[in-house]
């Protein structure tokens, strides 16, 4: 594996060289981080081994891979010298809606950019991580993408053009699961439940549910109708579900983060 210089060590460059190191993808002297005026990049180092530089010339002297990590809105201030050093490396940015096009104004002379959606279960090599490559990749280079993706979790490959409609999904969805799981376990609040155990049940009702789905690949429909009889319990609910029209929720919900997604990409 090259070695990988982060700029900026926040939530997502944490989960990543968590990720990397953990299955044994690097050693801590391929990996290389500079922060910004806060402690983060410090924190990182001091709790990965990792090589804490203090210029962007010590940070990218020897590396080939650039992990653009740093809020998206610094993104507009980038200094330029920056920019320059970059020049020859593959790029990889987890700057939420900032586009290739705007990614390649900043990195001009990069080899190559990979934008990537990644989401915070990442930060526990559970996350689902969409991506798009400004040019088709070298061999090498998509080896390194996946290799860097699949530490974190899954990936799939996207056109930029549904970027936003994944971010929708995958994104913001953990989101949505926290509510819908909060919401849950309210309910069983309401019903009667303490809300410790409410509490318990909802999260590890979810846990199983999702490990079901992934582990058999079977449809949700097809495992929803396996545990609802006709006019029974499970029924009674869906029901309720259904004349409250919880998927036309969802779509609305996808969509409306779809749209401000895109609002922002163009901003």
């Given at each position: 594996?090259?070695?990988?210089?982060?700029?900026?060590?926040?939530?997502?460059?944490?989960?990543?060289?968590?990720?990397?190191?953990?299955?044994?993808?690097?050693?801590?002297?391929?990996?290389?981080?500079?922060?910004?005026?806060?402690?983060?990049?410090?924190?990182?180092?001091?709790?990965?081994?990792?090589?804490?530089?203090?210029?962007?010339?010590?940070?990218?002297?020897?590396?080939?891979?650039?992990?653009?990590?740093?809020?998206?809105?610094?993104?507009?201030?980038?200094?330029?010298?920056?920019?320059?050093?970059?020049?020859?490396?593959?790029?990889?940015?987890?700057?939420?809606?900032?586009?290739?096009?705007?990614?390649?104004?900043?990195?001009?002379?990069?080899?190559?950019?990979?934008?990537?959606?990644?989401?915070?279960?990442?930060?526990?090599?559970?996350?689902?991580?969409?991506?798009?490559a400004l040019a088709p990749?070298?061999?090498?280079?998509?080896?390194?993408?996946?290799?860097?993706?699949?530490?974190?979790?899954?990936?799939?490959?996207?056109?930029?053009?549904?970027?936003?409609?994944?971010?929708?999904?995958?994104?913001?969805?953990?989101?949505?699961?926290?509510?819908?799981?909060?919401?849950?376990?309210?309910?069983?609040?309401?019903?009667?439940?303490?809300?410790?155990?409410?509490?318990?049940?909802?999260?590890?009702?979810?846990?199983?549910?999702?490990?079901?789905?992934?582990?058999?690949?079977?449809?949700?429909?097809?495992?929803?109708?396996?545990?609802?009889?006709?006019?029974?319990?499970?029924?009674?609910?869906?029901?309720?579900?259904?004349a409250r029209q919880f998927?036309?929720?969802?779509?609305?919900?996808?969509?409306?983060?779809?749209?401000?997604?895109?609002?922002?990409?163009?901003?």
């Open positions: 594996m090259p070695k990988i210089a982060f700029i900026g060590a926040g939530n997502m460059a944490s989960a990543i060289v968590t990720g990397l190191l953990a299955q044994n993808v690097c050693a801590p002297a391929d990996l290389a981080c500079l922060g910004g005026a806060g402690a983060s990049a410090q924190k990182l180092a001091g709790r990965t081994g990792i090589r804490l530089a203090s210029t962007p010339e010590s940070l990218l002297a020897d590396t080939d891979i650039v992990v653009v990590a740093f809020k998206p809105q610094h993104l507009a201030a980038l200094d330029p010298q920056l920019a320059a050093l970059c020049a020859g490396k593959l790029v990889i940015s987890v700057l939420a809606a900032k586009t290739l096009a705007r990614l390649a104004t900043a990195f001009p002379a990069a080899r190559n950019i990979v934008r990537t959606m990644p989401n915070t279960p990442s930060a526990i090599g559970a996350g689902m991580t969409g991506w798009c990749l070298a061999d090498a280079d998509r080896a390194t993408v996946l290799t860097l993706l699949r530490a974190i979790g899954r990936e799939v490959e996207v056109p930029e053009a549904q970027i936003e409609a994944l971010m929708g999904v995958s994104g913001c969805g953990p989101a949505f699961v926290f509510e819908f799981t909060a919401a849950l376990r309210e309910a069983g609040v309401a019903a009667g439940l303490d809300r410790d155990t409410a509490q318990m049940l909802a999260v590890q009702t979810l846990l199983g549910s999702a490990r079901l789905m992934a582990e058999t690949g079977t449809e949700p429909e097809t495992l929803r109708n396996q545990v609802t009889s006709p006019n029974g319990t499970t029924f009674a609910g869906l029901k309720r579900m259904e998927r036309d929720i969802l779509v609305e919900t996808v969509q409306a983060a779809k749209a401000r997604a895109e609002e922002l990409a163009q901003g």
